[in-house]
């Protein structure tokens, strides 16, 4: 696609990206895709650029070593998005159905330079979402690709790992004071309550519509800042929080752990 979103500036890097990626590693390149809010149709300034990366095999130290010059060539374009992708290179296999030890696989974090391998996209939520919404930037559309996740599956994978995370915030009193995280973690619990009651991957912005249907009433007004807080998040990662609203947000998520959710496995 010429223009996969709205912003010109990032269809240009992308068009780059699909280019360097197709010199670099040839047939071995199966498909690029285009997912998370993007795909969704809900992103702004303030959205990380998802990608899936789709190899015939493992990336080889050389293929490996050739994608990180690629991407410092990307990293160093002159327009902002070129810092903002994150995604990761999935061996076709690997990506087609759910992989339960979550195998690690080359990534890039938003706004690295630099290849590591992380489990960051090898979830159920990421092969549900990307095969329900990506955008093909090169190859098959993704239903060619990924199989059908299973609904239950998908509950289970939410349910444990927000579980984990939402008792470790608790937990921790400090750990949401910051003017980028709280945000983030009020709309990522409100994302997983609505993943969880309609059974499909929405977007941030999604949930907060949802919410004010769906949820006490009483935590429209914290969602709604949050969200407001979106489209210039990359500029308060050095902010402390909003003191009211970070009390406001860990009660948040003891209210969406006290759900017992998955309720939709039912």
């Not at 990924?146 to 579980?163: F, G, Q, R, S």
């Not at 991957?201 to 009433?217: G, I, N, Q």
């Not at 429209?220 to 929080?241: C, G, I, M, N, V």
């Amino acid at each position: 696609m010429t223009h996969p979103t709205p912003f010109p500036d990032l269809n240009d890097v992308l068009t780059q990206l699909t280019a360097g990626l197709r010199r670099v590693l040839g047939p071995d390149l199966v498909a690029l895709y285009l997912q998370g809010s993007f795909a969704l149709g809900d992103a702004d300034e303030g959205s990380d650029v998802d990608f899936l990366a789709v190899t015939r095999e493992r990336l080889t130290p050389a293929q490996a070593e050739a994608v990180q010059a690629m991407h410092r060539t990307i990293f160093d374009l002159p327009s902002p998005w070129a810092r903002h992708l994150e995604g990761s290179y999935f061996p076709a296999e690997l990506l087609r159905r759910p992989d339960p030890t979550h195998t690690p696989i080359p990534n890039f974090d938003h706004g690295s330079r630099d290849l590591q391998f992380s489990n960051h996209d090898n979830t159920l939520m990421v092969r549900c979402s990307a095969r329900e919404h990506a955008i093909a930037l090169a190859g098959p559309p993704p239903q060619e690709l990924i199989d059908p996740v299973d609904p239950n599956e998908l509950y289970a994978e939410l349910w444990t790992k927000y579980e984990a995370w939402g008792q470790a915030v608790l937990d921790d009193p400090n750990s949401l004071d910051n003017d980028w995280i709280q945000p983030y973690a009020a709309l990522s619990f409100a994302r997983m309550l609505h993943t969880l009651d309609s059974g499909a991957v929405h977007s941030k912005r999604a949930a907060v519509e949802w919410a004010r249907t769906h949820l006490d009433p009483h935590w429209t007004p914290l969602l709604e800042r949050a969200w407001a807080k979106h489209s210039d998040q990359f500029l308060r990662y050095s902010e402390p929080a909003d003191p009211v609203d970070l009390q406001l947000t860990r009660a948040f998520i003891r209210y969406a752990l006290d759900l017992k959710w998955p309720q939709g496995a039912d």
